[in-house]
């Protein structure tokens, strides 16, 4: 579970400020502060009859906050705030911190996010981009290693700029996981306590 929130948090991160909005930012462009959205969440396996499906909202504040919530089935919360990573669940009727997980790879994912934001996705050493005639942008790891997690992303673009309507990480054959955004609100003012009360 947490290799898969990592893995898109990660398509999320390197997208949103860069990707999100469309195009290779060369030129200055109104900048992006804040992002906000509710997502569903679709985990297709071969073994399984029906998809595995997921609701919740993601929240990211630049330059270095975000909020990545699952609201049902299960509820639980992965806060990065100035450095810091936390992930909670739902237990006995309260929010419980889960400690003794290695969360540094989302500390690195954070630091990157100031250069996306500033149009520099193009210096990617992780994936090479392709975009497709009919819009969607083809992501394809260049690790070998990677690709034995992730094979290829497949982005579409909202119709706003700033906005993603969906993301599929394939998984092999037949594996995906889905998201689809909705109630995307951009430059919105955020509450901080959001960053780190779960």
């Known amino acids: ?17 860069s990707l999100l909005l469309g195009q290779d930012r060369r030129q ?19 073994i399984l ?19 990545w919530e699952y609201l049902e089935p299960f ?7 100035q450095g810091q990573v936390r992930k909670f669940i739902r237990s006995g009727g309260r929010m419980v ?10 500390r690195i994912v954070m630091t990157k996010i100031g250069a996306w934001l500033d149009g520099r996705f193009t210096e990617n050493d992780t994936f090479s981009v392709r975009r497709m005639e009919d819009g969607r942008i083809r992501l394809v790891p260049k690790d070998q290693g990677m ?12 119709e706003r700029p700033g906005l993603l309507r969906s993301v599929t990480i394939f998984e092999g054959a037949d594996d995906t996981t889905s998201l689809s955004f909705s109630q995307a609100r951009l430059n919105r003012p955020v509450d901080p306590r959001l960053f780190v009360v779960p």
């Open 49 to 67: 009859g029906r998809p595995l499906v997921s609701k919740g909202r993601f929240i990211f504040q630049a330059p270095d906050s975000l909020r």
């Open 1 to 17: 579970m947490i290799r898969r929130l990592l893995l898109i948090l990660v398509v999320l991160a390197w997208c949103g400020p």
């Open 28 to 46: 200055p462009e109104a900048k992006l502060r804040s992002v906000q959205a509710d997502f569903t969440q679709e985990k297709h396996l071969r």
């Open 75 to 81: 509820r639980s919360v992965l806060l990065m705030h």
């Open 97 to 106: 911190e889960e400690t003794g997980m290695d969360l540094s790879p989302m």
């Open 147 to 158: 690709r034995r997690i992730i094979t290829a992303i497949e982005l579409v673009p909202g």
